[in-house]
């Protein structure tokens, strides 16, 4: 029998894959990183996922795909859907009464107000402007010749708030090259252009409405120092998920199965898989390796100061 | 880029008609002076009539710049406005007609070096050169010094004339829609600059004004602005007969052409047109399931893109604060009998010039009248006077009306700043907030 649906997120610079099955669990995940939109990267994605869950493709009964590269899925995709509602989508399924989402990926920041069932009330999109955006933060690490995974540690070690006139990510490189030509601190200059993108961010949020509770994600998310400069901004704790980045394959994945089934329950009585477990991070496990049914995720466990993580 | 596979936009075929009409007026204006006509460049307001009037060939900057936009040929002119010394961060209509100055005065191959194909420069360099300036713009102050800048450039030589216009901030305690002190008294003030305007064209002519002209120019602009209202409330129908594009693609008649018989006729074809539509059943979008306002100044390099992106996502564009909100609006205040006071107040009339109050009011009341599910903002990079109020406007949408809203950036006359994914991906999340909604309700 036809059991899963596949949610596919093809971003700015990642790809990501989520295999839920008919209780709607999550059974599989991928994350890859692809640099730019990548029909390649996409499919690496794909493969990882459906490898590690060890299903066979023709067990699929829907594929959706949301992200930039939306278009891109390898065969077409049977859904398409925004990235605001499936990121919301997504967020409210592991965060039951969320009412603002924050996601900042590669090269978007969204603020998204959902009602109690998930569904869009309000959206704000940064303009073409990648401040704060991933993008934003990679230019950051290499000025501060770090690396994007250390960044926000880095910044965490900041303490003097240095005034940062320009968030540009052009400009900002700039003014922080000049900030180090003056001596100051790296740490400190990380952590002072940490505190004015979270301003930023602000101000996007400021446009659809704080509401709480808040959930932060996307790959940004991973970065402890915007965490912690953005729960301060909005002086309150962010629901942060376990693995940020999947939330909007995850939506998509949901939106397809409740489309499918009339936007009814999920069918409790379906063979239910095995709990997901942890694979450490390492994308692989034998428990998994040949099981049709056993499901598996990678989830990266993330510690942030002022992040709940779940 | 994603392609649009279908075109589910239904134009208006008189769409066709009024084209040559604009392609005919430029025509003419080219050979204003092999015809011994004078030529004033004016920005701003429609204050067309007067010149008109005057017997004078009138160019209006934003409506050239636009024209070139509309048909991919504004490179070259931006190219030698931005030689010249204006970078692309300002206005890009102004950035287009500054160009165009540059080009006229044929500082040519040997100074801008870079604008020196002369095909591609062939129609930016075509318009005459003025032999005086009138500017009449307010809200906007890069409006207000655009013709000094082209004063400039030639040389400081050509005479002008600047307008002063107040800026409505409805903040009076009695200010309200064409009611209250600051509205009599801003009227009264404007009159009296159009009667200087006047003594201004006369020096210029050598002839006296004709009134009597003026009062019979007013009479078909008041028709016609009749009939145009007329025909835009007939798509309060679902599905709406014709579309904001519609609305878009006749501003050149109303807002610069000539008034003539063949203005009201216009008008009256278009007119017919939607009401032969509406008793037929034909929509304006083959598959009306949004109906959507557009806020924002139009994006010229896009308004075929935008009709068919649209109708392709189902979604009628119905009114907009550009089409809506402007030129000549309100017919009933004119009165060809004393055709300053309805030319006044219909400069004070324009969007630009109006505080935040008016214009929360208009989009209400259009949002209403034409059953509007959700609301684009068209966020103009280099236009920022339009852009002031949006997100206020944004925030009466959601919240006091209930109705979603998205923006997107782009430009007048740019097409640098607009990206087609930005839009697709905003528009296709406004259509499912607002799924949701009714999904909701
Ligand atoms: S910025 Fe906008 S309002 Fe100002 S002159 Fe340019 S087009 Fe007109």
Known sequence: MSAYV?????????????????????????????????????????????????????????VAAT??????????????????????????????????????????????????????????????????????????????????????????????????????????????????AK?????????????????????????????????????????????????????????IPENPQITGAYGAALLAAESLDGGSQPDQNATAPAPPHDHGGSGSCADCAGSKTESSVTMLTLTAPSGRVV | MASLLEDKSNRLRMTGRGGELVGAYWDELFTARERGAQVVWYNGHALNPLFQAAGISWCHGEAFSARLAAQHLEGPAQLAGEEYGYVNELCSYSRTHLGC????????????????????????????????????????????????MSYRILGKKVPIFTLSLPYMFGSKPDAGYLVGEEWETATDYVVDQLEKLIEFLEVQTGRPFDHDKLGEIMSYIKAASQLRREAMALCMAKPAPATYWDWVASIAHINFMPAEQRLIDYFQGVKDEVADRLASGVAGVADERYRLYFD????????????????????????????????????????????LRGLAQHYLL????????????????????????????????????????????????????????????????????????????????????????????
């Open chain 1, 6 to 62: 596949v949610g596919m997120d093809l971003g700015s610079t990642s790809a990501e894959c989520v295999v839920i099955d008919e209780r709607r669990e999550i059974v599989a995940t991928a994350v890859v990183e692809t640099g730019t939109v990548s029909r390649k990267g996409l499919q690496r994605a794909i493969d990882e996922a459906f490898g590690e869950a060890g299903i066979e493709r023709d067990l699929v009964r829907a």
């Open chain 1, 183 to 239: 001596g100051h601190d790296p740490a400190d200059i990380a952590a002072s252009v940490h505190h004015a993108a979270a301003a930023r961010t602000l101000g996007l949020i400021g446009q659809v409405g704080k509401a709480s509770p808040v959930a932060l994600t996307g790959g940004v998310a991973r970065n402890a120092a915007v965490v912690h400069s953005l729960s301060e901004a909005l002086g309150e704790e962010l629901l």
């Open chain 1, 67 to 180: 992200g930039y590269g939306r278009r891109l899925v390898p065969g077409g995709a049977d859904f398409v859907f925004t990235e605001i509602s499936a990121h919301a989508r997504g967020v409210a399924a592991l965060f039951p009464g969320v009412r603002l989402v924050v996601d900042i990926g590669g090269q978007d920041t969204k603020a998204i107000q959902v009602d109690e069932a998930g569904r869009v009330e309000r959206f704000a999109m940064n303009d073409r402007c990648a401040s704060g955006t991933g993008r934003f933060y990679e230019g950051l690490a290499h000025a501060l010749e770090t690396d994007i995974e250390s960044l926000g540690e880095f910044a965490s070690r900041g303490k003097a708030d240095l005034e940062i006139s320009s968030l540009c990510a052009t400009f900002a490189v700039t003014e922080v090259i000049a900030l180090l």
């Open chain 2, 350 to 441: 324009c969007s630009n010039s109006q505080g935040f109050k008016t214009l929360k009011q208009a989009m209400t009341k259009d949002c209403d009248d034409y059953g509007i599910d959700g609301v684009i903002f068209h966020a103009s990079r280099t236009c920022r006077a339009y852009t002031n109020h949006q997100h206020l406007l944004a925030r009466v949408a959601e919240n006091q009306l209930g109705i979603p809203t998205a923006f997107f950036e782009g430009d007048i006359a740019d097409a640098a700043f607009y990206k087609d994914e930005i839009l697709e991906t905003r528009l296709a999340a406004l259509l499912e907030t607002i799924d949701a909604k009714r999904a909701r309700n």
């Open chain 2, 296 to 339: 924002g100044i139009m994006n010229w390099n896009k308004l075929g893109w935008l009709a068919r992106k649209f109708a392709d996502a189902d979604a009628a564009v119905i009114c907009g604060r550009y089409t809506h909100q402007n030129f000549w609006q309100e017919p009933q205040l004119i009165d060809p009998e004393n055709p």
């Open chain 2, 101 to 148: 100055a540059v080009l006229t005065n044929d500082f040519g191959e040997s100074e801008t070096g870079i604008v020196d194909t002369v095909d591609q420069r062939e129609l930016a360099s075509r318009l005459p050169e003025p032999d005086f300036f009138v500017n009449g713009y307010q809200g906007c102050s890069t409006g207000q010094q655009w013709d000094q």
